[in-house]
């Protein structure tokens, strides 16, 4: 019983875990990360599901009391109290639990799959290569071909998951919908019960995708929120459940960003932190630093914390060749920049924008360019940037999340270039259908970019109600740039 209370315990620290007996079995050359995952997996391996007999129950309490008490480090009342057990029955569950656990941590064995180079080994090589390339038309095309000879093969869910991904890249909802659909299906076959949970968080990272990128801000959270709970507690996790997990926390992080929730993106990018080193995305600190330094930037105003993580988020995409957040990370450091050098400010995001075309989906590259819209007017002729967002519009229709955003840019261009009527008009719509999607923060530019029309054009009173109106909305939601802009407007009446 001391050996399994101790190797689940001392899961991070390799001398300790080695020498525990219980995987004494196990091949002295194994890494850290595998011993780790054959603890992980053989407490898995006591988790019986959503099955409901008396058996199943026991069991269920048994793995519950290993990973909340030895695990998660919660303390014995609190467990017991929520399982509804008394004092000596939660011992001698306890007790039950670890024995099953060790004999568990002997016994279980991995099942082994032969390497073999297979045709349509290739063929999902092809389309890696073409979506790393940004060929999204291309990626569904051949996901599609490679999926018509791969039911019940263990990468199906994955091409689908591609497939997902790279419909609603190049605007295609329904194809999108199609493949998630596909997906689910795939989720609710017998055949692999050991991708159950990377299945499921899937269908959820597509589903709220799909859902963010239609302005469905509210429904796309709460699917997040859902299989986060669902799941269950990250540290237990290992491999690709881990990997998964990470993406869904980090979408979570992203969304909550759109929403003004900052205690909430804060949240989930720290829990996303505490797996980066089991994930198998090679540049996922990539993200998080862009977190983080989009966190400085328009919650705090820090332009020097900003700075220095989306640098560190550029150069780990860099070092792996990901082309997209590379594209993303250059803009976003060039906007932070912009005030303390300004040229070079603007080459890092000429650069971003000119990779992020082809990188990036769609949407996401209208939504990069829209950020990048003032920096670019501080250069350019209003008219000139007006025909730029045209031609992304002409590409290919956007999603709602896309379109609001790029109507929010269009009344900045507006207001640059003095056509002062057409900036109030459209802000005041705007603003309102961005409160009702929940993009909160662009919701409080739109109100500051309105009030600065009206100021511009002679009416100083109107502006000044229209802040005073809006001013708890905007000290709440507001980014750091945008509440500096309203209380600059707000100083000119004192």
């Known amino acids: 019983m001391r050996s399994a209370r101790c190797v689940l315990h001392d899961m991070d620290d390799e001398r300790a875990l080695r020498s525990n007996p219980l995987l004494a079995h196990l091949d002295g050359r194994s890494s850290h990360d595998q011993l780790r995952a054959h603890v992980l997996r053989a407490l898995e391996w006591l988790d019986p599901g959503s099955r409901a007999d008396a058996a199943s129950e026991r069991r269920g309490r048994t793995h519950t009391i290993l990973l909340r008490c030895d695990v998660q480090r919660k303390p014995h009342e609190a467990t017991a109290a929520a399982l509804g057990l008394s004092r000596r029955q939660f011992y001698r569950d306890r007790r039950v639990a670890l024995l099953a656990f060790a004999a568990a941590v002997r016994e279980y064995r991995p099942r082994v799959v032969a390497a073999t180079t297979e045709p349509r080994d290739v063929r999902l090589l092809y389309i890696k290569t073409l979506r790393e390339q940004g060929k999204y038309d291309a990626v569904w095309r051949e996901s599609v ?37 596909a997906l689910r299906a795939v989720g609710a076959r017998p055949e692999h019960p050991h991708l159950r949970r990377a299945t499921l968080l899937r ?17 796309a959270r709460a699917r997040v929120d859902h299989v986060i709970r669902e799941c269950g507690d990250e540290r237990a996790m290992y491999g690709r459940d881990a990997t998964l997990f990470g993406i869904l926390l980090n979408t979570g992080a992203w969304m909550a960003l759109d929403a003004g929730d900052w205690d909430g993106a804060a949240e989930f990018t720290r829990r996303s932190e505490r797996i980066a080193e089991r994930s198998e995305v090679q540049h996922a600190s990539t993200f998080h630093h862009r977190l983080r330094g989009r966190l400085a930037l328009v919650r705090d105003g820090d332009l020097s914390r900003a700075t220095t993580e989306l640098r560190d988020a550029l150069e780990v995409a860099d070092m792996h060749n990901a082309l997209s957040p590379i594209a993303s990370s250059s803009v976003e450091l060039g906007i932070a920049t912009m005030t303390g050098d300004r040229p070079r400010a603007l080459q890092y995001i000429r650069y971003g924008l000119a990779i992020g075309r082809d990188a990036c989906g769609f949407d996401d590259y209208a939504a990069l360019f829209m950020r990048a819209i003032p920096a670019m007017l501080s250069e350019r002729h209003a008219s000139d940037v007006l025909e730029d967002v045209d031609g992304l519009r002409a590409r290919s229709p956007l999603f709602r999340r896309a379109d609001l955003f790029m109507r929010l840019g269009e009344a900045s261009i507006a207001l640059a270039a003095g056509d002062y009527a057409c900036a109030v008009t459209s802000t005041t719509e705007l603003a309102r259908e961005l409160e009702l ?8 530019e739109a109100h500051v970019t309105g009030a600065e029309a009206l100021y511009r054009s002679g009416r100083g009173l109107s502006a000044l109600r229209a802040l005073r109106r809006t001013g708890e909305f905007l000290d709440r939601y507001g980014s750091a740039q945008t509440r500096k802009r309203a209380e600059a407007l707000v100083a000119t009446f004192q």
């Open 437 to 444: 999607a929940s993009l909160l923060p662009a919701a409080a």
């Open 203 to 219: 269908t959820a990272i597509c589903e709220a995708a799909l859902d963010w990128l239609q302005a469905d801000l509210g429904r």
């Open 145 to 181: 071909r490679a999926l018509a000879d791969m039911r019940g093969d263990p990468r199906e869910a994955e091409i689908w998951t591609v497939a997902a991904e790279a419909a609603r890249f190049f605007g295609n909802a329904r194809k999108s919908q199609e493949a998630i659909d």
